[in-house]
């Protein structure tokens, strides 16, 4: 699922100088079939090129008589042109009874190091994940930032292009973005245009081909995201993500978000 979250970054800057500093914050709603399930929270701070990010979730809801799940995660890296290169990621969580736990420490967009619980149980059918399979590549929450070199920041169709290839920790897989068409959305902390991008889920390794699970979601045509631009930086988030289960359609999407942008001044 998706986020909730709030972060912050701190650059060591040059006495007296100072940075173009864009930061988000938002409260974000899960619903299943209209139901709400669960409630997250988003902080992202941009400042020059690097980025620090946070998110949060718990149930919420009718999820509240279901589970008693929670987590949260942190990323933190810089952007050069339209790429995403990650430095840290960190990812917390209790469901069912079971801790899950990801550290990943990245360099130059490689995995270097991680420390992941659970393990996966031994299983031939198992695609294994090489070391090939954690190069160029970021992680799920640094996913989120689409940066477009000497992009406006406008809404148009090429921030759609792109494919994401993403490892968190057990499996390789890429989302393949593609434009589908540009709306108009207000009253919940941005009024303007979004980007809405036809999502397809592609897996690499790590997964078992024969799991029902795996085929219904590389089969899985109902999934988009609704991209906005973040400031006047170009890059782009996601303002709603939406995705067909088999229990019906889940969507995360804001309650309330907070944007701003200006110039931090660095201590003397």
Known sequence: ?????????????AQGAAAETTRLGGVYDVSVSGFKIARG?????????????KIGMQPAGIGTLFSTGKGGAEASGWLNGRSVVP?????????????FFVDLAQGSGHVRKMRVTPQFKPN????????KH???????????????KGHSGKPDASVCKRRIPVFDGWTRFDIQL???????????GYDGDVVVCSARWIPVAGHRPSKESVKYMAEN??????????GSGGVFVPYRIAMGTKSGTLVVEP????????????AR
Request: some cysteine; charged content about 25%; overall charge positive.
């Open 255 to 266: 309650r309330k978000l907070e944007i701003s942008q200006g110039r931090d001044q660095a």
């Open 221 to 230: 045509r109902k999934m988009e995201a609704w991209l906005a631009p973040l």
């Open 1 to 13: 699922m998706t986020p909730a979250v709030a972060g912050l970054v701190c650059l060591t800057m």
């Open 124 to 131: 031939p059918e198992r695609i294994e994940v090489s070391s």
């Open 87 to 99: 430095s840290r990621y960190k990812m917390a969580s209790r469901a069912a009874d079971r801790d």
């Open 134 to 148: 954690k190069r160029n590549v970021v992680d799920p929450l640094s996913a989120i930032l689409m940066p477009v």
């Open 178 to 188: 593609s434009y589908k068409e540009t709306r108009s959305v207000s009253g919940r």
């Open 41 to 53: 929270s988003l902080s992202l701070v941009l400042q020059k090129n690097a980025y620090s990010a």
